[in-house]
């Protein structure tokens, strides 16, 4: 189990916290009913996520794809929009205005926010169906350093 999010003495919330460039470490897919924990976008998955101005941008890519055989969603995953977030809930809710997958366009999604060893885990609030099977999906992001680069 996760560490709750604990507001820090600089009397940051949720949104506050959040705000910046993350890089994705990990996206797994845990059945409900304790079956095999599996990688849906890959061993090496990558992705980048939220901005100040209350937008998420979600992109995550599976580097582990040999083909294009594949269905879609599990080479690439893609959704933007506005963002909320509940402290007291300890929960983030995503609306998407933009996705790949069309069944998500101006659907609100809530993920719950643990935070555990400077990682940023986001798990799916309710259960979904996944290649027959009733699953959640948590995701472990790493904050990323500012980069000083000009580009």
Do not use: C
């Not at 101005?53 to 992109?59: T, V």
């Amino acid at each position: 189990m996760y560490a709750p999010f604990i507001l820090s003495s600089m009397k940051q919330n949720l949104f506050e916290i959040l705000i910046g460039s993350w890089t994705l470490v990990e996206l797994i897919e845990v059945p409900l009913d304790g079956g095999e924990i599996t990688h849906p976008m890959g061993l090496k998955p990558k992705g980048v996520i939220y901005n100040h101005d209350g937008y998420m941008s979600a992109q995550i890519m599976n580097t582990d794809f040999g083909n294009f055989d594949t269905k879609d969603n599990e080479v690439y995953l893609a959704y933007s929009g506005p963002f909320k977030t509940d402290d007291e809930k300890q929960i983030v809710s995503h609306t998407m205005y933009v996705s790949l997958l069309e069944s998500w366009r101006d659907q609100t999604q809530n993920r719950k926010v643990l935070f555990k060893d400077d990682l940023l885990h986001l798990e799916t609030e309710k259960p979904f169906i996944s290649n027959s099977r009733l699953v959640i999906h948590k995701l472990t992001w790493k904050r990323i350093e500012q980069s000083n680069k000009n580009h």
